[in-house]
């Protein structure tokens, strides 16, 4: 008989190499607040439409350079926008503090209203941590109106999972050609 000491290191490994994954396809993540930089108001995630988060820090910002094109052609169609919300998610805890808080939250405005997009800041890392994310990995999570994933991915997409991600846009109704 096994002493009943390995038995629970085992299961403390076990719950936490899982602690840290990615939302499976199906669940509902955990309702987390993100701030939206331009408007200085917090907003929800997942939501009561579909969501196309995209969470990064300053060190996965080149992962999905593709992506980014591929997905650009999506959600810069009004009639997409009328279907699903893109939600570019900045990690920034590090800069949790002040004065650093004040140059990057107008640094994070600038892009914003440069590239007229809209962008959040999670500055607890309270949305990495509720969903699983690693830090410094791009990740892309797709949502349903009911808060279910759709598709998640983390680090530079492969071909597959992008087309895989193209597809569950194209099932929502989005034109994607």
Not at 10 to 24: E, K, N, Q, S, Y
Not at 156 to 174: D, F, H, I, M, N
Request: glycine content about 4%.
């Amino acid at each position: 008989m096994m002493p009943q000491r390995p038995l629970v290191v085992i299961a403390f490994l076990a719950v936490a190499a899982t602690a840290r994954a990615l939302p499976a396809v199906g669940v509902v993540p955990a309702r987390v607040e993100v701030e939206n930089v331009a408007a200085r108001r917090m907003r929800p995630l997942p939501d009561a439409r579909p969501v196309l988060v995209m969470y990064e820090d300053k060190d996965a910002q080149t992962q999905n350079e593709h992506a980014r094109k591929v997905l650009g052609r999506i959600t810069d169609r009004a009639e997409n926008r009328a279907i699903f919300e893109f939600a570019a998610v900045a990690d920034v805890a590090s800069w949790n503090w002040w004065p650093a808080k004040r140059y990057v939250l107008a640094d994070l405005q600038k892009i914003a209203a440069r590239d007229n997009t809209v962008l959040f800041a999670d500055w607890t890392a309270a949305l990495r941590k509720a969903w699983g994310l690693k830090a410094h990995l791009s990740t892309l999570v797709l949502t349903a109106a009911d808060g279910k994933v759709l598709f998640a991915g983390e680090g530079t997409l492969s071909e597959a999972q992008l087309t895989a991600l193209v597809a569950e846009l194209r099932k929502l109704g989005c034109r994607v050609d």
